[in-house]
Nanobody, 118 residues
Framework: QVQLVESGGGLVQPGGSLRLSCATS????????MAWYRQAPGKQRELVAR???????MYVDSVKGRFTISRDNAKNTVYLQMNSLKPEDTAVYYC????????????WGQGTQVTVSS
């Protein structure tokens, strides 16, 4: 069974940076894709970034050039470096494990709040 624990959220001013971390447990996590989703109040959960087991990444258009997803398989941890944060980035951010080729969701973290405000 895969378990995920996010950390690193908080309050930051516009233009600031945060780094989210997601520590995973469970066998063969390195063979899965990892992703970050976010959900703002009153909105649907959306995929922000995804990294496959081989390192291929994808980003939603609104964060391209500002966010970077990475993974450290030795530490079973995935990161989301968020720079040039905007108020519209405010949301609960969730870590997700999914099938590398199917994208089928396997497990979710509990979420961490990111608030961008002056």
């Amino acid at each position: 069974q895969v378990q995920l624990v996010e950390s690193g959220g908080g309050l930051v001013q516009p233009g600031g940076s945060l780094r989210l971390s997601c520590a995973t447990s469970g066998s063969m996590v390195s063979t899965y894709a990892m992703a970050w989703y976010r959900q703002a109040p009153g909105k649907q959960r959306e995929l922000v970034a995804r990294i496959r087991s081989g390192g291929t990444t994808m980003y939603v258009d609104s964060v391209k050039g500002r966010f970077t997803i990475s993974r450290d398989n030795a530490k079973n941890t995935v990161y989301l470096q968020m720079n040039s944060l905007k108020p519209e980035d405010t949301a609960v951010y969730y870590c997700n494990v999914n099938g590398d080729t199917t994208g089928w969701s396997i497990a979710w973290g509990q979420g961490t709040q990111v608030t961008v405000s002056s």
